[in-house]
């Protein structure tokens, strides 16, 4: 799904949830070439490394995201995941979210005999020094969007573009790329939906 069909989606499901319009929804989508920019980026489009003509002429797109966090990339073989969750009355704390979403691609990871982890002062999910999912929220009147985004079978090259959440000295891996095979994007997403149900504690998850 292109980008910007994914933002008017999420900001047409926030309003809907924050109304009860509609129950918790996992979006899990997979974009075209592009560099997302987040509200608290020190380094805003100087953590951008290509120039404009350079991105234009491989078709990637640039957008201002609205959500927490710095610079980064969305393509092809990246399972992006759109939480659209009303944390009231009971989940209110930024913190925990963050903390669940990360679990939720811990033992994603895991089902692929993959030890992920957390490191204390980034967020994200790492193995080693690599990164191999990033998280970038906004939650409005506690109504969460915007999400994640796992490195399924993403060429990583694309990478290369930008200095990735604004943290120059680590690198970025993928699923395919640990294990030395490629990985089906529908089954990771199956994994992730699952976990991610399991860990919210929700028995009815719309996806």
Known sequence: MPYAEALALQRSLVEERRFGHIGDTLLLLEHPHVITLGVR????????????EALTARGI?????????DVTYHGPGQLVGYPIVDLNPDRRDVHR?????????????????????????????????EKLAAIGVRIARWVTSHGFALNVNANLDYFSLIVPC??????????????????????????????????????????
């Open 41 to 52: 980026g020190d380094g805003g489009r100087s953590h951008i490394l290509a120039t404009d």
């Open 61 to 69: 797109e640039v957008f201002e995201a609205g959500r927490g966090g």
């Open 97 to 129: 979210y963050v903390r669940d979403l990360e679990e939720v691609l811990i033992r994603t990871a895991r089902d692929y005999g993959i030890a992920a982890e957390r490191v204390e002062g980034l967020t994200g999910v790492w193995v080693g020094r």
């Open 166 to 207: 604004g943290i120059g000295d680590r690198g970025i891996t993928s699923l395919s790329r640990l294990l030395g095979r490629p990985v089906e994007l529908d089954e990771a997403a199956e994994r992730v939906a699952g976990h991610f149900a399991n860990i919210f504690d929700f028995s009815s998850l719309a996806t």
